[in-house]
């Protein structure tokens, strides 16, 4: 569940991005289709530039889905933080 402190994001972007062994912020929840991350996670920065260029149009596309997760996981967070 959602809270000031945290995002709830689909699971998808997050997973690839772990699986290319890339910093993660650390799971504190999950939900059958998100996982929560706390908002001041470290890692945060890192996750968001790489979903920022695999969601650009000339990003790359190197798996089907993944600009559409990575632009989900942008859009999850916009909404949370008021901007969408």
């Not at 908002?39 to 790489?50: F, G, H, I, K, T």
């Not at 990003?59 to 999850?76: E, F, Q, V, W, Y």
Request: proline residues 10%.
């Amino acid at each position: 569940m959602q809270t000031s402190n945290t995002y709830c994001v689909p699971k998808g972007f997050i997973t690839d991005h772990r699986e290319r062994d890339l910093p993660t912020p650390r799971v504190v929840q999950e939900t059958t289709w998100a996982y929560c991350i706390r908002r001041d996670d470290p890692a945060l920065p890192e996750l968001l530039d790489d979903a920022r260029y695999y969601a650009h149009p000339d990003g790359p596309d190197m798996a089907p889905g993944i600009r559409r997760a990575a632009k989900s996981l942008l859009a999850a967070i916009a909404k949370a933080d008021g901007r969408s």
